[in-house]
């Protein structure tokens, strides 16, 4: 497959959220509420996605015959043992999960976390998404927190997953 990634401008982030409202309903289907999955609109995530190009985090699509097949975000943070990437979203469409595309992107991010100088990522990912546990283990990552947040009246546990990057 020839895929493409670039960082996407503010005039590609409504395609990019409907990008992200199909993945995030379909990964999430059967772990979170029914009724506010199925509420969730394809232009949800653009004032989102707005404020991060804005604040000048890292945003990327992966392309695949021009249609935008995966996204992801990435922000950085200075802490005391150096700069680290706090991973706020890494989604494929489902239809591309499992065919070792998210392995081509998830290299194609990390090299872009370490070229910005990063030298840990840092992400949250639902307790109970065993397979994307399962993705972020087998590429270095560690569990390093369980910690319970109340969205859109779900009481949801959460995982906190470290990184360090061998620059």
């Known amino acids: 497959?020839?895929?493409?990634?670039?960082?996407?401008?503010?005039?590609?982030?409504?395609?990019?959220?409907?990008q992200i409202t199909i993945s995030y309903t379909s990964a999430y289907k059967g772990l979170m509420d029914?009724?506010?999955?199925?509420?969730?609109?394809?232009?949800?995530?653009s004032?989102?996605?707005?404020?991060s190009i804005c604040n000048g985090d890292t945003c990327i699509i992966a392309t695949y015959n021009?249609?935008?097949?995966?996204?992801?975000?990435?922000?950085?943070?200075?802490?005391?043992?150096?700069?680290?990437?706090?991973?706020?979203a890494f989604y494929l469409l489902p239809q591309y999960v499992g065919r070792g595309i998210g392995?081509?992107?998830?290299?194609?991010?990390?090299?872009?976390?370490i070229k910005q100088g990063c030298q840990s990522?840092?992400?949250?990912?639902?307790?109970?998404n065993k397979r994307a546990i399962r993705f972020y283990l087998s590429h270095?990552?560690?569990?390093?927190?369980?910690f319970?947040?109340?969205?859109?009246g779900m009481i949801l546990s959460c995982d906190k997953m470290i990184k360090k990057h061998s620059n």
């Open 121 to 128: 990522c840092v992400l949250e990912v639902l307790s109970s």
């Open 47 to 51: 004032p989102i996605l707005q404020n």
């Open 34 to 45: 029914s009724a506010y999955l199925n509420s969730i609109t394809k232009h949800h995530w």
């Open 66 to 88: 021009k249609i935008i097949i995966g996204s992801s975000v990435f922000g950085t943070i200075n802490t005391e043992e150096g700069k680290c990437a706090e991973w706020h």
């Open 103 to 113: 392995h081509l992107f998830y290299q194609n991010i990390e090299k872009e976390m």
């Open 1 to 18: 497959m020839d895929i493409h990634y670039h960082r996407f401008s503010l005039e590609e982030v409504d395609r990019v959220s409907e």
């Open 140 to 146: 270095g990552f560690e569990k390093i927190q369980t």
């Open 148 to 152: 319970v947040v109340e969205e859109y």
